[in-house]
């Protein structure tokens, strides 16, 4: 049972930033929010994730609501090579933890 | 350093016969996790395994079935096939410890005829 809510495509300028939502309303405070990416049915790519701050890494952002039932994954400067379905994870567990994958969001990278 | 690695990467069996999918970790890693990806669809949890034992399993019938062994290397056995099972197996690994990312293999696209 998916635990995230997630829209079913996105269009983004290239150079542009791509902004991506996500709704979990239903997580629990000792649940993680991770980000992964697919391209063209690959292996799922880590991207991100975070608990209740704000995370930068060299790919992107992830900004997690106060209330943390919504976050957003920012790609600051979306290139062709990002179009990818874009999944939002709740992972449940300290251990031997299983990750939830939605239906993720299909990012169209335009020129 | 390899990731992990999954074998074969392509299997078509015709309905009723069995499957084994196989799976070797990233190095260092001790938990796989495997995944079954249907076409157009998010990845769907079947089961962890850690020190040799499943630990967790998601709402997968009996059909599906695993294995770790000592080198921590991991099996995806599939009774019984029915066509419903074509997807996509991935296999992810991890460290059971500390807030890890999973690493996910290309994975098995399995046709069942």
Known sequence: DAKTTQPTSMDCAEGRAANLPCNHSTISGNEYVYWYRQIHSQGPQYIIHGLKNNETNEMASLIITEDRKSSTLILPHATLRDTAVYYCIVRVGDNFNKFYFGSGTKLNVKP | ????????????????????????????????SWYQQALGQGPQFIFQYYEEEERQRGNFPDRFSGHQFPNYSSELNVNALLLGDSALYLCASSLVSGIEKLFFGSGTQLSVL
């Open chain 2, 1 to 32: 350093d390899a990731g992990v690695t999954q074998s074969p990467t392509h299997l078509i069996k015709t309905r009723g016969q069995q499957v084994t999918l196989r799976c070797s970790p990233k190095s260092g890693h001790d938990t796989v």
